[in-house]
C-alpha cells in the first residue's frame, strides 16, 4: 500500500501539479482544495500559487506540512506556516521523493532500512512496492543522490545498480569505502550481467553479495531476509 499525502491547491501550477505527478508513482495522493473537508494524513503539500485560505490548513497539527512555491511566496507564507518545511521552486522531484519517503517510512519500528539505488524509475518503483511490506525504503535515483542521502542516513543495507550512468556503481561503492562513516554499511550489487567475466568483476570488488535484477521478487527478498538472519 502506497503511502498517503494530501495535496492542497486552489489553481493549477505547472510546476507543482508536474511534481504531484511525478510522485504518484510512489504515494497515495488525494487532491483537495484549502477549504474542502477531507481527512488529514501524516503529510500534506500545499501548493502556495493562488492559495485561497490558510485558516484549515495552518491549523493542522499531527501533520508534517511542506509548503511549495517559489521563493516570494514562501517568504509570504512563513509567518502563517511557522512549522512548515519548504520546497522551494525549480522542485527536484527526485530529492522530494527520498525526503518524503523517509517521513513516511519513520515509524516502522523494528525494521530494517534499505537504500535503493538504480536509475532505472521502474525497477525501483517495482523493489520499493515489493519490498517495503518487510523494510524502510529509501529510493535514490543515482549514485549522486545516494551520497546526498548518506550524509543523513545510515540504512542497514544498500541495493546497488552495477551498471550507472554518470557516477556507477562501483564508483558509488569506492566513495562509500572511503567516507568512516559509510565504510561499514554492506552492500549488494544489482546487475543484469550473467556473462562469468561480469560476475568476476562484481565479486572482485568484494561487496556483501550481488543479484540478478531478473530474479523473481520472491527470491530477491530471500536473499536479503538471508543476509540480515546470518
Do not use: C, W
Request: glycine share 6%.
Amino acid at each position: 500500500m502506497k503511502p498517503k499525502i494530501l495535496y492542497i491547491s486552489d489553481r493549477p501550477s505547472m510546476a507543482a501539479d508536474m511534481l504531484i505527478k511525478n510522485l504518484a508513482d510512489t504515494f497515495e495522493i488525494t487532491r483537495a482544495r484549502s477549504t474542502d473537508e477531507v481527512s488529514i494524513p501524516k503529510i500534506i503539500l500545499v501548493n502556495l500559487a493562488g492559495l485561497e485560505s490558510t485558516e484549515r490548513t495552518g491549523a493542522v497539527r499531527n501533520s508534517k506540512i511542506f509548503l511549495l512555491g517559489n521563493q516570494a511566496e514562501i517568504d509570504t507564507a512563513k509567518d502563517k506556516f511557522t512549522e512548515a518545511e519548504f520546497f522551494v521552486k525549480p522542485f527536484n522531484a527526485n530529492e522530494i521523493r527520498t525526503k518524503l519517503s523517509e517521513l513516511t517510512q519513520n515509524n516502522g519500528g523494528n525494521m530494517k532500512t534499505i537504500l535503493l539505488v538504480d536509475d532505472d524509475a521502474v525497477m525501483i518503483r517495482t523493489l520499493r512496492e515489493g519490498l517495503s511490506t518487510s523494510y524502510k525504503v529509501l529510493p535514490a535515483n543515482g549514485g549522486a543522490n545516494a551520497l546526498k542521502i548518506l550524509a543523513r542516513v545510515k540504512p542497514d543495507l544498500i541495493l546497488l545498480d552495477y551498471e550507472m550512468p554518470e557516477m556507477n556503481g562501483p564508483q558509488v561503492l569506492e566513495a562509500l569505502r572511503a567516507d568512516p562513516a559509510t565504510a561499514e554499511i554492506p552492500v549488494m550489487f544489482l546487475t543484469a550481467k550473467t556473462d562469468a567475466s561480469s560476475i568476476e568483476k562484481i565479486e572482485a570488488l568484494k561487496p556483501q553479495g550481488h543479484m540478478l535484477k531478473t530474479l523473481p521478487l520472491g527470491e530477491i527478498k530471500g536473499i536479503i531476509q538471508n543476509f540480515f538472519d546470518a
